[in-house]
């Protein structure tokens, strides 16, 4: 319960039993006033009738006239005259009942009329004793008026005062309000400054202190963003050419070697420049490092005319260009043209080009490949084009059997998404100290028939190519909420989207007409995650999820990461759960580098996931890192 709401409990009862005593008090005071008024018109008449009564000299029917107008004249429940002996000579007495009273107030004040008497005497000669009685009725009538009027001006008066005090109390914990608005921000590792100037000590000296921690922690944070910034631009550029590095390239080229790239492959061009080390003896290192330069920038212009090319210098002479989706055939004419322009660069700058040449060495490649296998054939191409000195080795992929012809795999396809034949298959993501489980992965394939199962990697790459790569996504993430949650509960379960999906507007909207319809029913805490590239690429779109995200409580992963971001800002904005990147990408990082991003995640609460760890050896690697949460085969049961 609030502060406000306990607050204005105990105002309440207080206000409340306050009320009620000082009512109760009030009507006792009535009460006794119509009492003690009863009493004495009882006496008043009694005293009165008597006197009367005495000049009738004993007359006891002059008497009994005089009794019945006064008892009609006033209001009195019995007058009763006596004889000396205790004989009754004459009585009137009221029989009406108080039908304008509530029973339970009747049974709640037990009241008994007052009676008063006097003696009747004519001359010195007592007649008899006179009763009165007053009528309670009236009485009952009277004090239950005064007590609904009470009860009115009470109630009015009450419900004023709780008005008037749940405004001062609004206005007094106003800043408590924004004290705990920036308290539940710090529990979402966001970083809100508020306004200081209020009123109430005790609540400034808070937010003061609030605002202090806050921004140590922006302050932490964008010194880890500023150093892996700097530490990116170091490990990552080339100081000469300013282009992308090996190391770079190393990290990137996972993402073109995957069930789910962009493409099924495509070609590499390895550039090598022979003679250099002579050419930095007779030219000096000034001018071969503007040779470079001006190559780099020939190089460069040929790659960006290619949708998703990665050109990096690999070492001090060599140039790598991987192009995705290029045909054989187009990589030869691209080949043929660097080849022309290097060689007309080096001429230009009077170098010897007999000893200072260019070889080309073009080969291609499938998403298939492992990296090991990618680069050992590139280099093969380069080292038969330095072999036979004609500049340019080709080397094209052998062929290798496709599962499904794409008539057959759209058959597949279309089948699977029409009848929701996927079936969902779950992976653990584990800490390395404990063996907890971080998060469980959900993974997917189409169980065709049931005889025959397709793997994600094997039919993923085909609907990509038949655009139904969309269609596939939209079907898994309504069979998630709709059919998967059966009997799971308690957990924790993320599934990773792709990166064309999540770039359609139509993804969006559907996004927020399932979740509206079928969020608050999943009895497990949902991620979905997102690959690194989005993320620091449109943080407006991303931004926009999040939002969404937030109201259905959903939280957000971060996938694919390699540090590739020239502002690390978008992490503080987005606070994923996680960052999962390759166990490459942690082995091989520079302390300081990983030193940076591990203060990002400390500071964002985020927690860092190394993927693709199949053994101890590697998870033993990654534990020296000071990454302790890993996914791969290691996290197997058994393993």
Not at 169 to 187: D, H, N
Request: with cysteine; hydrophobic share 40%.
């Amino acid at each position: 319960m609030t502060l406000f709401k306990q607050i204005a409990v105990l105002f309440s009862i207080f206000l409340t039993l306050l009320l009620l005593i000082v009512l109760a008090l009030n009507f006792q005071s009535a009460s006794k006033s119509v009492n003690e008024r009863l009493f004495e018109d009882a006496v008043n008449t009694a005293t009165s009738l008597s006197l009367s009564l005495g000049s009738a000299k004993g007359d006891i029917s002059m008497m009994s006239i005089m009794i019945d107008a006064n008892f009609d004249s006033g209001h009195y429940s019995k007058i009763s005259l006596l004889d000396m002996d205790g004989a009754l000579l004459h009585e009137r007495k009221n029989y009406q009942d108080t039908l304008d009273v509530p029973q339970w107030f009747l049974e709640a004040i037990n009241r008994e009329a007052p009676m008063a008497s006097a003696n009747v005497s004519s001359g010195w000669n007592p007649v008899g004793i006179l009763n009165v009685q007053s009528d309670i009725s009236y009485a009952n009538i009277q004090l239950y008026t005064i007590l609904k009027d009470l009860f009115i001006s009470f109630t009015l008066l009450g419900t004023l005062a709780l008005l008037l005090v749940n405004a001062l109390l609004i206005m007094i914990l106003k800043p408590l309000k924004r004290v705990q608005f920036q308290a539940e921000a710090v529990t979402r590792n966001e970083f809100i400054l508020v306004d200081t100037n209020i009123f109430t000590k005790e609540f400034r000296d808070v937010v003061v202190g609030m605002n202090t921690m806050v921004l140590k922690a922006k302050a932490l944070f964008e010194k880890g963003n500023q150093a892996l910034k700097k530490q990116k631009e170091l490990e990552y550029t080339d100081t000469i050419t300013k282009l992308k590095n090996h190391k770079y390239f190393m990290q990137k080229l996972p993402e073109y070697l995957k069930a789910d790239a962009i493409s099924k492959g495509g070609i590499n061009i390895l550039i090598a420049l022979n003679g250099l080390v002579h050419a930095n003896e007779e030219k000096g290192k000034k001018d071969v490092n503007t040779l470079l330069f001006c190559i780099a920038n020939i190089l460069n212009d040929y790659a960006k005319q290619y949708k998703g090319s990665v050109l990096t210098k690999i070492s001090f002479s060599e140039f790598f260009i991987l192009v995705p989706d290029l045909k054989y055939t187009d990589g030869t004419v691209l080949v043929d043209g660097i080849e022309h322009f290097v060689g007309d660069i080096i001429k230009e700058y009077s170098f010897d080009i007999s000893r200072t040449y260019v070889s080309i060495g073009l080969s291609e490649y499938s998403y298939k490949d492992k990296i090991g296998v990618l680069l050992a054939r590139a280099d093969s191409a380069l080292a038969h084009s330095k072999y036979l000195q004609n500049n340019k080795y080709l080397v094209k992929l052998e062929n290798t059997d496709e599962l499904l012809s794409q008539k057959q795999w759209k058959r597949v396809l279309m089948k699977a998404i029409e009848e929701n034949k996927f079936a969902f298959e779950t992976s653990r993501v584990l800490h390395i100290e404990n063996k907890s489980v971080f998060c469980t992965t959900l993974e997917f394939n189409i169980r065709y028939d049931d005889t025959q199962t397709y793997m994600y990697e094997q039919f993923m790459l085909p609907a990509h190519q038949l655009r139904l790569s969309n269609s596939i996504y939209s079907t898994i993430l309504n069979m998630l909420f709709k059919t998967f949650h059966s009997g799971v509960k308690g957990t924790l379960y993320s599934l990773k989207l792709s990166y064309e999906y999540l770039t359609l507007q139509s993804t969006y909207e559907e996004m927020q007409n399932i979740f509206s319809l079928y969020a608050s029913k999943l009895p497990f805490t949902l991620v979905l995650e997102f690959p690194d590239k989005l993320a620091h690429e449109q943080p407006q779109r991303m931004q926009k999820y999040k939002v969404l995200f937030q109201a259905y409580k959903i939280d957000i992963g971060i996938g694919e990461f390699i540090g590739e971001s020239n502002d690390f800002k978008y992490l503080q904005d987005l606070r994923p759960l996680y960052i999962k990147a390759d166990k490459n990408y942690f082995v091989n990082q520079d302390k300081q580098i990983l030193d940076a991003l591990k203060l990002i995640a400390d500071v964002g609460g985020i927690t860092l996931i190394a993927t693709k760890v199949d053994n101890v050896k590697i998870a033993n690697s990654i534990r020296e890192k000071n990454i302790f949460t890993v996914e791969g085969e290691v996290t197997k049961e058994g393993n």
